[in-house]
């Protein structure tokens, strides 16, 4: 039972330089979706997708984009990273109305 | 703009206690309201989720309730285990976004 599952676990990146964080779900969910999650500030949605081929902006977006190509995958890229994006990163799906299942998590960090 | 606060923030017990886990949300046109786990380092877990419909869920030593007209939902632990040690999060649909919105979370500390 792989559920959702995260890569790469870890990841130090120079300022500027660019990456993809890639979830993979093997449940059919429809919904997936992108958190940060920073020290006293809980998860913060960045992207959200209903679909595939759909994305729709979060709460914190900025300097951040996803695709959802294929209805398993939703990536989550940093075009030009910034200290301000050191984080822990979490995907997650769920179907409708229903139970959301987390990946284990994404540590950058960005000097 | 749906906003979720969770009371304490940090809590520390000995084992055998019973405890409350308080949350408090802005919106209440909720369809749902879960409650997860979260290990250090690791993704969350859910724990239990209340359909808007529901008054209470339970699973084993945890009883979860919801009271959409106030706006809270208590996490309730029987007989705290060291075991229990974890932060607890609970979270709603954000009004507008097929997502949630997640409290800031309340770390527990079961004492042996």
Not at chain 1, 47 to 61: D, F, L, M, Q, R
Not at chain 2, 26 to 33: Q, W
Request: proline share 4%.
């Amino acid at each position: 039972n792989a559920g959702v599952t995260q890569t790469p676990k870890f990841r130090v990146l120079k300022t500027g330089q660019s990456m993809t964080l890639l979830c993979a779900q093997d449940m059919n969910h429809e919904y997936m979706y992108w958190y940060r999650q920073d020290p006293g500030m809980g998860l913060r949605l960045i992207h959200y997708s209903v679909g595939e081929g759909t994305t729709a902006k979060g709460e914190v977006p900025d300097g951040y984009n996803v695709s959802r190509l294929k209805k398993q995958n939703f990536l989550l890229g940093l075009e030009s990273a910034a200290p301000s994006q050191t984080s822990v990163y979490f995907c997650a799906s769920s179907s409708s109305g229903n139970t959301i299942y987390f990946g284990e998590g994404s540590w950058l960090t960005v000097v | 703009k749906q906003e979720v606060t969770q009371i304490p923030a940090a809590l520390s017990v000995p084992e055998g206690e019973n405890l409350v886990l308080n949350c408090s949300f802005t919106d209440s046109a909720i369809y749902n309201l879960q409650w997860f786990r979260q290990d250090p380092g690791k993704g969350l877990t859910s724990l239990l989720l209340i359909q808007s419909s529901q008054r209470e869920q339970t699973s084993g030593r945890l009883n979860a309730s919801l009271d959409k007209s106030s706006g809270r939902s208590t996490l309730y632990i029987a007989a705290s285990q060291p075991g229990d040690s974890a932060t607890y999060l609970c979270a709603v649909p954000d009004t507008g976004r097929r997502a949630l919105t997640f409290g800031s979370g309340t770390r527990l500390q079961v004492q042996p």
